[in-house]
């Protein structure tokens, strides 16, 4: 039997509650009940499995420095991505191969390009070099400090979002529905390579979301020196998401870090050390009332309604 998505969330949400009250009957009692249904059991089953898993493998690792234990993590989350990945919808990454450079979990990394751009990678990215010019993200978020040249533009592809400089630094982030394209100086051109959204210039504090697979753009802005604040190894955000926020946090934190609740919408304003993103959270919980906890060493999840 195959699980639904309805039941592997719903799943998700009897293991919190049974952790919250292991000695409740009622509890337990709804619990049996919800898992009656074929499809739910299957995904109460699968849940339960891959957290087992999940623990063993973690009381196995072997006991070496901090930075060690997450490398060896990532390594087996890597292993059994397909198969946790049935669960959590996507939040496990394989690798990419074909990328010519990648970061992983809270590595940043920074690049010289032939023609004298640099560019800066944020941790779980990865992206192709088409050229001396040219560069696809294909995972994650980059940052580009370019040298102009008007006769030979530089140009960011993020599927078919096109950003094209006119002189500037800029921030660049892949998204499940498209990208996100924000400029700390100088200018910039966002645009779809199928030409179904009008051209997009873009100046110091601009935000653009682009998504051109259902023509849609969100515009918004943000103070230029908060822009790309990552390569200082801080978070930096006014009046955002607290879903984005713990989504930001994702990139630096060893294992799955889910966000939940209605309470994902609230707008927040802060200063988030990424270095430390268990500080990070524990900041979240006192400031905003979320709810931090932890299914198994490698799984986390932040609650707020």
């Given amino acids: 039997m195959i699980a639904d998505e309805h039941c592997r969330r719903e799943?998700?949400?009897w293991m919190i509650l049974l952790q919250d009250r292991p000695d409740d009957a009622d509890v337990r009692a709804?619990?049996?009940r919800w898992r009656q249904a074929a499809t739910c059991d299957a995904a109460w089953r699968d849940l339960d499995h891959v957290a087992d898993v999940l623990r063993q493998a973690y009381e196995a690792a072997p006991a070496s420095s901090p930075d060690a234990a997450c490398r060896w993590r990532r390594t087996l989350t890597v292993a059994m991505a397909a198969c946790v990945a049935v669960i959590f919808a996507g939040q496990v990454m394989l690798p990419i191969v074909q990328a010519?450079?990648?970061t992983g979990t809270g590595e940043v990394r920074s690049i010289r390009l032939a023609d004298g751009s640099r560019m800066t990678l944020a941790p779980d990215s990865a992206i192709v070099l088409d050229g001396a010019r040219q560069v696809r993200v294909l995972r994650g978020t980059g940052f580009f400090q370019v040298r102009h040249d008007a006769a030979h533009p530089f140009q960011v592809q993020v599927g078919?979002?096109?950003?094209?400089d006119l002189g500037t630094a800029f921030e660049v982030r892949r998204d499940d529905d498209?990208?996100?394209i924000a400029v700390r100086e100088g200018r910039v051109r966002a645009s779809c390579?199928?030409?179904s959204i009008d051209p997009i210039d873009m100046q110091p504090g601009d935000v653009a979301d682009l998504d051109c697979t259902t023509d849609r753009v969100w515009k918004s802005s943000a103070s230029p020196s908060a822009i790309a604040s990552w390569t200082q190894g801080q978070l930096v955000v006014a009046k955002r998401p607290l879903g984005e926020v713990v989504a930001a946090l994702r990139p630096w934190h060893c294992g799955l870090l889910l966000a939940r609740g209605s309470g994902m919408a609230r707008r927040v304003t802060g200063v988030y050390d990424l270095r430390r993103p268990d500080r990070a959270l524990a900041a979240i919980r006192r400031a905003h009332g979320a709810t931090v906890r932890q299914i198994t060493p490698w799984i986390t999840i932040v609650t707020a309604d």
Avoid: K, Q
């Avoid at 078919?160 to 094209?164: H, I, W």
């Fill in 11 to 13: 799943a998700l949400d």
């Fill in 178 to 180: 498209g990208a996100r």
């Fill in 30 to 32: 709804r619990f049996w």
């Fill in 193 to 195: 390579e199928h030409g």
């Fill in 100 to 102: 010519d450079l990648s």
């Fill in 160 to 164: 078919d979002a096109v950003v094209t």
